[in-house]
């Protein structure tokens, strides 16, 4: 149905596509794998009419077409549903479905008559969304639902899907590949770009691999394996995905009880040890987050009793909590982490300006030897340290947010989503990390929405659902469905 | 002198510091140095344009407005904007007038009396908007009007005359042969320099402005950054007062009308961005300077002062402009 061929595409200093060719059979999921930066979101936006291509060529039912903006896309029956969303939060689901095509006579909006048909169009695919609610009181699976539903309604043919998985809970991943079949099922083809590698045995029928902007193969998901396709990725044998060397742990270093929020957080209780990673698994909006903002004095008016080294301690802001040698590295990089104007260096040591600005004297020296250790020890991949973390990939990002909080030599290191949108490679090695830290005495609390990682990396873990922690389970009894299990109690 | 202490400071990676400065203000110190080098060889203005005294008019010209700059700065580096310092400027001033005119108040006192005008009405905004969400734009724009207001009542909207002598030293007064306005312009430049790029303070606005809800991860008290900025910002437009209450022997309540919006064009001229999170105090002199050496300029070419707001405008919409398309290149 879709087929591109040998396209290319250049910006200045980078070679992004270098004779990439994918092609899409209706009725099919074909999944675009590769690690960041390996050309899959500047191919998306070539088909989607952002870039056009230096050279290359399109092919639609086999006739040849031309894509040179957005417009051009939805005439040829492309639709893409972009990582982030782009509705308008002030604005009804209907309003947003019919955006730009609003339904009336003239310049007047015939509002019920949109609303019907937008409801009539939820309908049609077992969504349980009220075409006349506001977007922005929806979850960000509900949105993501109204999008598809957007771009059924443009008799969109070719659905692009960039990592639509990335910040929803389980069950909803199950609705949304439900959805999926339903639309395979009608004949549209769509094309998959995740990071988790367990998706795509689940819903994908072929995988192509992108590497540095090339083309590396393309595969039948049913006749290969998990490790081929990593291998095929990184371009080479990643041995040890995984790092981890248990020990016996040492004494409790934190230890929390009957933590509440008022809201999402309802007594919550437990307790570390040093030199251990602990997990924090549970679907979205379990709660897992807030614990760990009210352990860290982010929450106004939350309650409970937190002991560190078995003292007591009172933590009401971050400052108390970064004394008490708690560290918390926060889920939404972007919103919650990154100074993204500011370079390198201003982010890796933002929590540690009294070790070098003394008054009005700020050693420079200092600074750079502090920020380079931690380049070093993270093997961030950044040209210099003046430059601005926004250029950097979500892998590197991460590392510098991650050196940040190790800069201030925590004890305990509360990590809320390590590998959110960080690709394979810098995956793996910041699991070698945490492995490292562990090892050196430290205590690794670690929330994790990806059960692999979680099953893989932790001492113990426990299982959080609705504010309460439901269970808690030692690593060589966790499963993918024992956790189920307790996250859905 | 110079020349060596940046030599010396190479090793630390200082030598990089000024080169980055000059490569990212590529554009408006080009601007600068051309306006400069235009005016004097152009031949209306090449006889005054390059004398001593004419250099140190327009340093004097551009004091007051580098004083509300090194505030505005701050506060738009901050992610804000503070609308309320030209009207600042008109009630520190004739308050400090009414000090030594209408109570016959030693000057001293007069000049405390002045800066805490500014100090107050900063603390005020800084207070409201480090404790609620209400946009700063709003927070300045009602006190403002306020400020500019209560100058009027005070005055019943004419000058307040100062006829002591001694008033005059701050505003038009002398050091050998520099203005005193210079002179704590200079002393104001170096302390703001200070603050940005020295201290903890400093890092913390950038971190504030860049991204206020990581900067609350952090643990950076975050309220107390914005507080401290505009109260900053409102005694720099309390000096000001002053210094433009000196110069002209009155507090005139129609003082400092549209400063605000000198100072804005100073700061976005100078590369600072209205998103918040970066921008740097060089940028802003070079920005002020820009501005003051084309009103002389057009002064000296003797240039209809409508005209003058014309190219001003335009002036500032080519500098913003230079800085979409510098930073449109670096994205792509």
């Known amino acids: 149905m879709l087929k591109m061929k040998h396209i290319h595409k250049r910006f200045p200093g980078v070679y992004a596509l270098n004779d990439v060719s994918y092609e899409l059979r209706a009725g099919e999921v074909h999944a675009l794998l590769g690690e960041n930066g390996a050309g899959?979101?500047?191919?998306?936006?070539v088909l989607g009419g952002i870039y056009s291509a230096d050279e290359g060529e399109i092919y639609i039912d086999g006739k040849k077409v031309e894509i040179n903006g957005v417009k051009d896309a939805q005439n040829n029956g492309i639709a893409i549903i972009h990582q982030e969303l782009v509705l308008v939060p002030h604005m009804t689901v209907a309003e947003n479905i019919f955006l730009g095509r609003e339904q009336g006579q003239g310049i007047l909006i015939d509002h019920r008559k949109m609303t019907e048909e937008a409801q009539r169009l939820l309908d049609a695919h077992e969504m349980n969304i009220k075409a006349d609610a506001l977007i922005k009181d929806l979850t960000i699976a509900q949105q993501q639902m109204v999008e598809i539903v957007k771009a059924i309604s443009y008799n969109s043919r070719i659905l692009v899907m960039d990592e639509p998985t990335s910040s929803i809970s389980d069950k909803e991943v199950a609705f949304l590949f439900k959805t999926m079949r339903g639309l395979t099922a009608k004949g549209v083809g769509i094309v998959y770009i995740s990071h988790k590698m367990s998706e795509l045995e689940e819903i994908c029928d072929r995988v192509t691999i992108m590497r540095d902007g090339q083309y590396v193969g393309t595969e039948v998901v049913k006749e290969t394996t998990k490790d081929d396709l990593i291998a095929m990725m990184v371009g080479r044998e990643l041995t040890n995905y995984y790092t981890r060397d248990y020990l016996e742990p040492g004494e409790i270093v934190l230890k929390c009880e009957n933590i509440s929020d008022g809201k999402m957080v309802k007594n919550a209780g437990f307790e570390i040890h040093k030199g251990e990673i602990v997990g924090f698994a549970g679907l979205v909006g379990a709660g897992r987050s807030e614990t760990m903002k009210c352990i860290f004095g982010l929450t106004k008016g939350s309650q409970g009793d937190v002991y560190v080294k078995r003292n007591k301690v009172n933590?009401?802001?971050?400052?108390d909590a970064i004394k008490h040698g708690l560290a918390l590295v926060p889920e939404d990089r972007k919103l919650e982490g990154l100074y993204k104007v500011q370079s390198v260096r201003f982010n890796s040591t933002i929590e540690i300006l009294e070790r070098f600005i003394r008054g009005v004297s700020v050693?420079?020296?200092?600074?750079i030897e502090i920020t380079q250790k931690y380049i070093d020890m993270m093997a961030t991949k950044t040209p210099t340290q003046e430059q601005m973390i926004g250029n950097l990939s979500g892998g590197n990002q991460q590392k510098v947010m991650i050196s940040r909080w190790l800069a201030t030599n925590p004890d305990i290191l509360i990590l809320d989503e390590p590998t959110r949108g960080v690709d394979v490679g810098a995956k793996s090695e910041i699991y070698a990390i945490m492995n490292q830290l562990v090892k050196e005495g430290m205590a690794i609390i670690m929330i994790s929405s990806e059960l692999p990682e979680i099953i893989n990396m932790s001492d113990r873990i426990y299982v959080m659902s609705e504010g309460r922690v439901t269970g808690c389970l030692d690593h060589d009894e966790a499963t993918q469905e024992s956790i189920m299990q307790l996250a859905a109690n | 002198m110079a020349k060596e202490t940046v030599k010396k400071a190479g090793a630390a990676g200082n030598t990089n510091k000024a080169v980055v400065f000059i490569k990212e203000n590529m554009g408006i110190i080009a601007a600068f140095l051309v306006l400069s080098v235009f005016l004097s060889v152009f031949p209306a203005t090449s006889g005054s344009f390059l004398t001593a005294k004419n250099i140190f008019n327009v340093l004097r010209q551009i004091s007051t407005n580098m004083l509300l700059a090194c505030g505005m700065t701050m506060v738009i580096i901050l992610g804000g904007i503070d609308l309320s310092v030209g009207s600042i400027i008109a009630l520190s001033g004739v308050l400090a007038a009414g000090c030594v005119s209408r109570y016959g108040l030693p000057i001293?006192?007069?000049?405390?009396?002045?800066?805490?005008?500014?100090?107050?009405?900063?603390?005020?905004?800084?207070f409201v908007i480090s404790t609620t969400t209400i946009p700063p734009f709003i927070v300045t724009l009602a006190t403002m009007n306020i400020a500019r207001g209560l100058a009027k009542v005070y005055t019943g909207g004419s000058p307040v005359r100062v006829v002591t002598k001694e008033w005059q030293f701050i505003g038009a007064g002398y050091v050998g042969f520099v203005p005193v306005p210079v002179i704590i312009m200079i002393i104001v430049l170096i302390i703001t320099a200070l603050i940005m790029n020295k201290t903890k303070m400093g890092r913390h606005i950038y971190a504030v402005g860049g991204n206020p809800q990581a900067a609350v991860f952090s643990g950076i008290k975050v309220s107390r950054v914005k507080f401290f900025v505009h109260a900053f910002s409102g005694v720099m437009a309390g000096m000001a007062g002053i210094?433009?209450?000196?110069?002209?022997?009155?507090?005139?309540?129609?003082?400092?009308?549209g400063a605000e919006m000198d100072a804005i064009a100073a700061v976005v001229v100078g590369g600072t961005s209205m998103a918040g999170g970066s921008g740097k105090i060089g940028g802003t002199i070079i920005g002020a300077l820009i501005i003051g050496i084309l009103n002389n300029g057009l002064n000296l070419m003797n240039v209809n002062s409508f005209w003058q707001d014309v190219v001003k405008g335009v002036v500032i919409l080519l500098a913003v402009f230079i800085d979409y398309v510098k930073n449109s290149k670096s994205k792509a």
């Open chain 1, 40 to 45: 899959k979101s500047t191919l998306i936006k």
């Open chain 1, 315 to 319: 933590i009401s802001n971050p400052v």
């Open chain 1, 363 to 367: 050693d420079d020296r200092k600074e």
């Open chain 2, 108 to 126: 001293i006192a007069a000049l405390i009396v002045g800066v805490l005008v500014g100090l107050v009405i900063g603390v005020f905004n800084g």
């Open chain 2, 243 to 257: 210094i433009l209450a000196s110069r002209m022997y009155s507090g005139q309540p129609t003082a400092g009308e």
